[in-house]
């Protein structure tokens, strides 16, 4: 492992300067400078002195942390169709969303559909209607919402979206924490 660049990292993350860390090491610029460019390694003991320095420890800088996958494309999203009420799909935007704490799903349906009635819980839910217009039926209310608008409430009584119009309606929808 070529760890002079992952000090070099650190260092520019914490602001300082190769003289400050090695001042702080009670080590050389140069020997900073050496070790940045994997052209000296250090004695176990001052590589521990350097890692305090930079405010970690051997465990925390040798471990591998597993980077973070941040795009998502079609093949990474999962699809429900179900031909009864929804006449429609339910596409998770974000696999595994239910380990996250909040959870994106896209709702598609055609006329007449709607989706599964949700019971009260914890958390909050938002939509964003992308075509058409639905109706959010939260308890006994009901709310038209229509494309370019958005939806936003804690969902403390039964809920479901119904398309009750004639075309092809489709929303983002997201809840916190993931319900769907």
Not at 61 to 72: P, Q, T, V
Not at 92 to 100: D, E
Not at 113 to 133: A, K, S
Request: proline share 4%; hydrophobic share 35%; glycine share 8%.
């Amino acid at each position: 492992m070529e760890i002079g660049n992952k000090l070099k990292r650190l260092r520019l993350k914490l602001g300082l300067t190769q003289e400050e860390l090695a001042d702080r090491c009670e080590l050389s610029k140069g020997f900073i400078s050496l070790l940045e460019r994997d052209l000296t390694s250090p004695s176990i003991a001052t590589l521990c002195d350097i890692l305090e320095s930079l405010g970690t420890d051997l465990p925390g800088f040798f471990s591998e942390k597993a980077e973070e996958k941040i795009l998502f494309t079609e093949s990474d999203t999962k699809t429900m169709t179900d031909g009864d009420d929804l006449r429609g799909s339910i596409r998770w935007l974000v696999p595994s969303a239910q380990k996250n704490s909040m959870e994106p799903i896209l709702v598609t349906m055609e006329a007449g559909g709607r989706t599964e009635e949700q019971d009260p819980h914890e958390g909050e839910e938002f939509g964003f209607v992308l075509q058409g217009t639905v109706t959010l039926v939260l308890g006994e209310k009901q709310v038209r919402v229509h494309r370019g608008e958005s939806f936003y409430y804690q969902p403390t009584e039964q809920h479901y979206l119904l398309n009750a119009s004639k075309a092809l309606c489709r929303v983002l929808w997201v809840a916190t924490p993931p319900s769907f």
